[in-house]
């Protein structure tokens, strides 16, 4: 029998997972989608006619959250504003569901350990939607890696420029502090979690953070998710035409890895006619050219022996033994090792929710509930991008095991207060 899950959040990235859903009902039957909840009904009932279309099944549409939750359903997927993360995930292990939320786990490092320790109390699954690292193309990065493709890593460089004065997503809520609507968390956790991924534990670092494009412009949402947000009810600055930024949208910094390594990351949305991006590691033997996620374009690597970066036959010998797991395999015709991929855009964003869900639906059945992007994976990517906001707050350098523990937590104070944490 499939478990029933329900979603909870109908707006853009609702849609995106509807999207997964109906991917992954192509490949495994382990979850019926039985319930989707929006306060917006419109959104919901735009949702659940995405997913009646493509499946022939039409969820049950809910506006109250408490209401769905004892409906009967075995898990629930949260895709809400951030600050909604901790509220529906705690109600939801109270009545016993399980627990797919999207990134960033929570509004502040807190409301995650909230999270945790009510997920450990009642032995159920808490997985964070950190979908970047299981991009086929990461994978095969992280085996080269591991595999002294390019010799010992010794420094990252991560700079990603862009933005300008439109409003992200042109979503209202991610101009809010108090909704963690900030591209340092938004976009950052994103990094973080792949570059831990790829070099391991962050044990501190140091940063500079500045607002430096405060007034945003609504332009409408534009290129390749714009078809998955027409359908949402926008309830924050609905009729205003510009919006009034209130957290950082800039921030470099040094981070320092328990390996050794260093690393830098650098991210804004505030770079006003002119974008551009880093993603490299450095090694004793090479660089590598990180893959950009969700591309299908395989990382590169650079030796100082040859002119050319190797071949994909070439990063593939370097790792016979290497393969893609066979979940994710079945989203791809079978294929266990591959180099690139050709599957577009959509296809992938959709491929990488629903390999999320079949992961939440094994853990769910198992025995000893394990998922890769557990409570403690979600914390530390969260952990770095509040720790390069407290470090940039208090101008000096932040251990992150201090952050995850909330023993520096003066900038999320404001939020955790407001929010009655």
């Known amino acids: 029998m499939s478990l029933k ?104 490092m807190r409301a995650c350990r909230l999270m945790r320790d009510a997920a450990e109390a009642k032995g159920l699954v808490l997985s964070i939607g950190e979908q970047y690292r299981r991009d086929p193309m990461n ?30 997503h042109d979503t209202g809520w991610r101009a809010l502090k108090s909704r963690a609507g900030s591209v340092i968390i938004e976009q950052g956790v994103h990094e973080a979690d792949l570059l831990i991924y790829f070099l391991g534990d962050i044990e501190s670092l140091s940063a500079r953070t500045g607002l430096f494009a405060p007034t945003r412009v609504r332009e409408g949402m534009h290129g390749q998710i714009a078809q998955f947000y027409s359908h949402r009810v926008e309830d924050a600055f609905a009729d205003q035409q510009t919006v009034e930024i209130d957290q950082e949208d800039t921030a470099i910094s040094v981070l320092n890895f328990a390996s050794g390594a260093i ?7 505030a770079s006003i006619g002119y974008g551009t991006g880093i993603n490299t ?63 577009g855009f959509e296809a992938i964003d959709r491929i990488l929710v629903a390999i999320e869900m079949a992961e939440l639906a094994t853990a769910i059945e198992s025995k000893d509930r394990n998922v890769e992007v557990d409570a403690e994976v979600g914390m530390k990517a969260l952990a770095v991008s509040y720790g390069i906001l407290e470090s940039g707050h208090a101008g000096q350098q932040v251990s992150l095991s201090d952050i995850m523990d909330g023993t520096v937590a003066e900038y999320q104070a404001e939020i955790d207060r407001e929010a009655g944490i």
């Open 5 to 108: 899950l329900g979603l909870v959040g109908c707006g853009g990235m609702g849609m995106r997972h509807a999207h997964g859903y109906i991917e992954f009902r192509k490949h495994f039957d382990s979850f019926d989608l039985a319930a989707v909840c929006d306060r917006h009904e419109a959104a919901a009932d735009g949702v659940a006619s995405a997913v009646e279309a493509e499946t022939g099944h039409r969820p049950e549409i809910f506006t109250d959250y408490e209401t769905m939750l004892a409906s009967g359903i075995d898990a629930v997927d949260i895709v809400t504003d951030t600050r909604m993360h901790h509220i529906f995930a705690l109600q939801a292990f109270e009545a016993g569901v399980h627990v797919l939320t999207e990134k960033p786990m929570a509004v502040t």
């Open 139 to 168: 994978r095969l990065a992280k085996a080269l890696l591991d595999a002294g493709a390019i010799g010992d890593p010794g420094f990252a460089m991560k700079v990603s420029l862009g933005g300008g004065s439109a409003l992200m």
């Open 263 to 269: 690393g830098q990351l650098t991210i804004t949305n």
């Open 281 to 343: 590691i450095h090694g004793s033997a090479g660089t590598m050219q990180m893959p950009p996620t969700r591309t299908g374009i395989p990382p590169k690597i650079h030796l100082e022996s040859s002119r050319e970066p190797l071949s994909e036959q070439e990063m593939l010998d370097l790792v016979p033994d290497w393969s893609i797991d066979d979940v994710t395999a079945a989203f791809f015709g079978g294929v266990n090792r591959m180099a690139s991929y050709d599957v």
